[in-house]
């Protein structure tokens, strides 16, 4: 296909336009991360409301990635070709075409150069540093990598627009300060760091997970959901987010016995569910039930000696024999109970209590890094 456009005069050429320069080229690519992550924005939100139609967690961080990757490529591909410049370059009065000839690219030249400058910036930037921009840097003719393994340059052809780089300057630092004031919550897919061992083995220390922040906003919480939620001032965690998996939901009849959970009467199946210790050692283990609306627990100190009763947060109970006689009563309006996956090394439910709706923050989607630990959750 020919790539000359005949309704683009050729004297408007690089002949009589300079190369666009280090800091003009950078200061367009910022601008173009304005619309760039707005987009991604859309793509978070679009994720989150899939997971919540059904999605499965792996199949929604596939979405996530494949999705981003494309919208970027789409964006400098089209926006490259056929005399279209992206926002950025309008707004730093920069254009790019081919270097042969000085004409509009076709798409193909264009949807090359888009995946080369993605190749660069995702996989060669890690090991040699921002390869694209210091050969813009550095290059007789400003051209950066991808424009040199395609045949294109980026001439300025119009003054910069001082106002529109003002604008989105503006738009790029309220968009970053309404992610951090509303805790990622706007987004619907947040990112987590899993730094100790209380879910273990559904969640591993230096596991890092996506979480669905919209999921508790249209659906309430179920049995078994790995949640995260802003940890109660009975925990002594200083407010900070925990993970933990949901036992037990309003109306709900929840007790621990034996290492084993038992939900409105019934012994509930818990593949995950990981006690450290020995069954033959129940130094390890703990009895958990509620009475009165609060959550009581023991632990033992060996082979059938139970310790005595305490009341969430550890509180000495004076009739130890009332509270054992009591039947195990269901989760109060608008509480939830939490247990981590490892049962006798986490600080959850059975220590201090019950943890509000309100606290909740997100659904954990699945992990996502390492790599070898990729999954749903």
């Not at 390890?284 to 033992?300: L, N």
């Not at 509180?315 to 509270?323: D, E, S």
């Not at 943890?355 to 749903?376: E, F, K, S, T």
Request: hydrophobic residues 45%; glycine residues 8%.
């Amino acid at each position: 296909m020919n790539e000359l456009d005949p309704t683009i005069a050729s004297s408007d050429s690089a002949a009589d336009h300079p190369p666009a320069g280090f800091w003009l080229r950078v200061l367009a690519r910022l601008v173009d991360m304005v619309a760039l992550n707005l987009v991604a924005a859309l793509t978070c939100l679009a994720t989150a409301l899939l997971h919540i139609a059904g999605l499965s967690g792996i199949a929604a961080v596939m979405f996530l990635v494949a999705g981003g990757l494309f919208l970027q490529f789409f964006y400098f591909a089209f926006f490259t070709s056929r005399g279209r410049q992206t926002f950025g370059y309008r707004c730093a009065g920069l254009r790019v075409e081919t270097q042969e000839q000085q004409q509009p690219l076709s798409i193909g030249r264009a949807s090359a150069r888009a995946a080369i400058n993605l190749l660069s910036s995702y996989l060669l930037a890690i090991y040699i540093g921002l390869v694209d921009y210091l050969m813009v840097a550095f290059h007789r003719r400003k051209r950066a990598l991808h424009d040199v393994l395609t045949g294109t340059q980026v001439v300025r052809i119009a003054p910069l627009k001082p106002a529109l780089i003002a604008l989105s300057a503006v738009v790029l630092c309220l968009f970053f300060a309404g992610m951090r004031l509303s805790d990622g919550q706007l987004l619907g897919v947040r990112a987590f760091y899993i730094p100790s061992g209380a879910m273990e083995n559904t969640l591993r220390i230096n596991d890092r997970i996506l979480v669905n922040t919209l999921y508790y906003r249209l659906k309430e919480p179920r049995f078994q959901d790995v949640i995260i939620f802003r940890a109660p001032s009975a925990s002594g965690s200083g407010g900070q987010d925990f993970i933990k998996r949901c036992v037990g939901v309003p109306g709900e009849i929840i007790e621990v016995r034996n290492r084993q959970l038992y939900r409105n009467g019934k012994a509930a199946p818990e593949s995950y569910a990981k006690w450290s210790g020995p069954p033959e050692a129940p130094i390890y283990s703990y009895d958990m039930k509620i009475v009165d609306g609060k959550v009581y627990s023991r632990e033992y100190l060996g082979p059938n000696e139970p310790h005595q009763w305490v009341q969430a947060p550890r509180i000495f109970v004076p009739n130890q024999a009332r509270i054992d006689r009591a039947k195990p009563e269901a989760v109060p309006p608008g509480q939830l109970l939490m247990l981590g996956d490892h049962r006798n090394n986490s600080n959850d439910s059975h220590a201090w209590g019950f943890v509000p709706r309100a606290n909740l923050i997100g659904r954990a989607m699945n992990i996502h890094w390492p790599l070898d630990r990729l999954g749903g959750l």
